[in-house]
């Protein structure tokens, strides 16, 4: 009898244990419910992800024309157009500060002679707006010119521009010599300018001369 009463109350023990050891599973399962009703809601996520990509983008559209006031529509952009000589001899000097727009436009420099002639580089040409820096590099056998040009002033089609120049020459005696500058120039709008940055003169001629037409778009 005892021994049967072992038995069964083992195997009552046994019982429990196996339904306790069986409970934890069944709140294993209950997060799991919770877990396969996010699945579903995944898709309810992805149907507005896919409005909201649409959103994005609208935004993006949106805020497109803001940049464009952000940069103020009134604020004049100009055209430069630069072509550098050197070593200009005094006849040379004087033909060009002779010439205008119009008479190069009516091959007036035709009746110059050769030796009046500057030997021109190749344009260079850019784009800049009123208050923002425009720097140009021109480069002779014995001259290195880094110029920066910036406008900053415009009176009655005529510019103001601050200019800075660092100017590195070779000296007879194969030295460096560098020259710096800042100033301001006045160039007219659609007329042709002269600028020596080392200086220059119909009687000693110039190291170096820059031809600057300047237009507004």
Known sequence: MRLRTLILVMFS??????????????????????????????????????PQAGASSSVEQESVPPLVPGTPPNVPVFQFHFRAAFMLTPAMVAAIQSTSLNARKSN??????????PAWKDPILREVSLASPLGIKIQGEQLVAIIVFMPVELVKKSLTMLVQSQIYARSPDDSIQMNTSVHTIRVPLGTL????PLGGDSKQGAPVAIEILVDQK
């Open 13 to 50: 023990l046994w019982s429990a244990e196996s339904l306790f050891s069986q409970a934890p599973a069944a709140p294993a399962t209950a997060p799991a419910q919770p877990h396969v009703s996010q699945t579903p809601a995944a898709p309810a996520t992805a149907a507005p992800s896919q």
């Open 108 to 117: 007036s420099n035709s009746s110059s002679g050769k030796d009046s002639s």
């Open 193 to 196: 300018f002269y600028y020596y």
